[in-house]
């Protein structure tokens, strides 16, 4: 059974730093490209970062971009998402997702997102 299990997630200060795991069991990740996401309350889901199959390739949205990093240990069939500087608008559930949108064409959206995990909850707040 294909499934994604993100982890890492909690209560920081601004400022802080949080890392988020994305594993995958039951298939090889790096048959995939790989999408970071978050909901906010209240909030439509979006996309914040992607990595291609071969980790060659990243691409951020610009509310994130400088602050997090993602990368992948194909190895460890794990995605991770390296945020610092974090800030209170960064609270939200954060997703990981199998997508089928190249990260060449921007940060990932959910609907062409196929694969879901089942989020990690970050609050930013002091």
């Known amino acids: 059974q294909l499934q994604l299990v993100e982890s890492g997630g909690g209560l920081v200060q601004p400022g802080g730093s949080l890392r988020l795991s994305c594993v995958a069991s039951?298939?090889?990740?790096?048959?995939?490209?790989i999408g970071w996401f978050r909901q906010a309350p209240g909030k439509d889901r979006e996309g914040i970062s992607c990595?291609?199959?071969?980790?060659?390739?990243?691409n951020y949205a610009d509310s994130v971009k400088g602050r997090f990093t993602i990368s992948r240990d194909n190895g460890k069939n794990t995605v991770y998402l390296q945020m610092n500087s974090l800030k209170p608008e960064d609270t939200a559930i954060y997703y990981c997702?199998?997508?089928?949108?190249?990260?060449?064409?921007?940060?990932?959206?959910?609907?062409?997102?196929?694969?879901w995990g089942q989020g990690t909850q970050v609050t930013v707040s002091s």
């Open positions: 039951g298939f090889t990740l790096d048959y995939y490209i």
């Open positions: 997702a199998t997508t089928i949108r190249s990260c060449r064409n921007g940060v990932p959206v959910p609907r062409e997102a196929e694969h």
């Open positions: 990595i291609s199959r071969s980790g060659g390739l990243t």
